[in-house]
């Protein structure tokens, strides 16, 4: 069925921000038409976007006693979000850290006409710097070095954590997430979120024993977070850490200005 039938539009701007708002922080709410989606439902996401699901059936009329519905829970989670979201910086950034390791990874721009490129120097376990040679796209860049360094350095942590708790994992698949820091499938892949490499390693180890216990309880059930505490007893607190990690991943990571 095509999206515009029945009245719905798929990016319907919501009277929900006034406009000093929407120009300060660059959120457009918008609606998104699913033909999976069965109900309507609506998400903020950590860098305060807003976002409501749509089934392809549903009438604009619906949408909007739905969102006029949801109004207050809508601006109290943006207010949220906006609080915790980083502090605006400089592109590109002079140094990388990342605290999951510890390293910091210093940027040394060389110029060039060619496509960017990548390469570390002078690299060790306090990190290095990063010659970045080539015109272009450099968050993109940024972002592929990023997703790089994250399945070098969780990849090899899935594997220790799997082998103490005695679990058996397909793969591990690095991601980046707006809103999921991590996930198990039915087939056993340990998807993680990249941003996860400038959190503190406890908080990553949680978050990985977390998703190895869903390759046996793929819920979240008294008998899942009962494995959970047999593994990371200190697991409630540094959950309640996690919820709040999106404040240290930097900007870039995922504007485009």
Same mark, same amino acid.
Not at 154 to 176: E, F, K, W
Not at 192 to 201: D, S
Not at 234 to 242: I, N, Q
């Given at each position: 069925m095509n999206a515009y039938q029945n009245g719905v539009r798929p990016h319907l701007q919501l009277d929900l921000l006034d406009e000093a708002d929407h120009g300060e922080n660059g959120v457009?709410?918008?609606?998104?038409?699913?033909?999976? &989606?069965?109900?309507? !439902?609506?998400?903020?996401?950590?860098?305060?976007?807003?976002?409501?699901?749509?089934?392809?059936? &549903?009438?604009?009329?619906?949408? %909007?006693?739905?969102?006029?519905?949801?109004?207050?829970?809508?601006?109290?989670?943006? %207010?949220?979000?906006?609080?915790?979201?980083?502090?605006?910086?400089?592109?590109?950034?002079?140094?990388?850290?990342?605290?999951?390791?510890? %390293?910091?990874?210093?940027?040394?721009?060389?110029?060039?006409?060619?496509?960017?490129?990548?390469?570390?120097?002078?690299?060790?376990?306090?990190?290095?710097?990063?010659?970045? !040679?080539?015109?272009?796209?450099?968050?993109? &860049?940024?972002?592929?070095?990023?997703?790089?360094?994250?399945?070098?350095?969780?990849?090899?942590?899935?594997?220790?954590?799997?082998a103490a708790m005695g679990v058996r994992y397909s793969r591990v698949s690095i991601r980046r997430q707006r809103s999921r820091w991590g996930s198990c499938s039915a087939r056993g892949t340990i998807s993680l979120n990249v941003c996860l490499l400038f959190q503190r390693p406890e908080v990553v180890d949680y978050l990985i024993v977390h998703e190895l216990t869903h390759v046996r309880h793929m819920n979240h059930s008294a008998h899942f977070w009962k494995a959970v505490e047999a593994h990371c007893p200190g697991w409630r607190a540094l959950d309640r850490e996690l919820l709040q990690g999106w404040r240290h991943v930097p900007r870039w990571v995922f504007s485009e200005s």
């Amino acid at each position: 069925m095509n999206a515009y039938q029945n009245g719905v539009r798929p990016h319907l701007q919501l009277d929900l921000l006034d406009e000093a708002d929407h120009g300060e922080n660059g959120v457009r709410p918008l609606i998104r038409v699913s033909a999976r &989606a069965r109900r309507l !439902s609506v998400r903020v996401y950590a860098d305060a976007r807003v976002e409501v699901v749509v089934p392809t059936r &549903a009438r604009a009329s619906e949408v %909007e006693k739905f969102v006029a519905a949801h109004r207050e829970w809508i601006e109290n989670r943006r %207010e949220v979000a906006l609080r915790n979201r980083p502090a605006p910086e400089a592109f590109p950034p002079a140094t990388l850290q990342l605290s999951l390791t510890g %390293e910091t990874w210093r940027l040394h721009l060389s110029g060039g006409t060619r496509a960017v490129r990548i390469s570390e120097a002078e690299a060790g376990a306090a990190g290095g710097i990063l010659r970045v !040679s080539g015109a272009g796209r450099l968050r993109a &860049a940024l972002r592929a070095w990023l997703m790089r360094a994250a399945q070098a350095r969780l990849a090899p942590r899935v594997a220790t954590l799997a082998a103490a708790m005695g679990v058996r994992y397909s793969r591990v698949s690095i991601r980046r997430q707006r809103s999921r820091w991590g996930s198990c499938s039915a087939r056993g892949t340990i998807s993680l979120n990249v941003c996860l490499l400038f959190q503190r390693p406890e908080v990553v180890d949680y978050l990985i024993v977390h998703e190895l216990t869903h390759v046996r309880h793929m819920n979240h059930s008294a008998h899942f977070w009962k494995a959970v505490e047999a593994h990371c007893p200190g697991w409630r607190a540094l959950d309640r850490e996690l919820l709040q990690g999106w404040r240290h991943v930097p900007r870039w990571v995922f504007s485009e200005s």
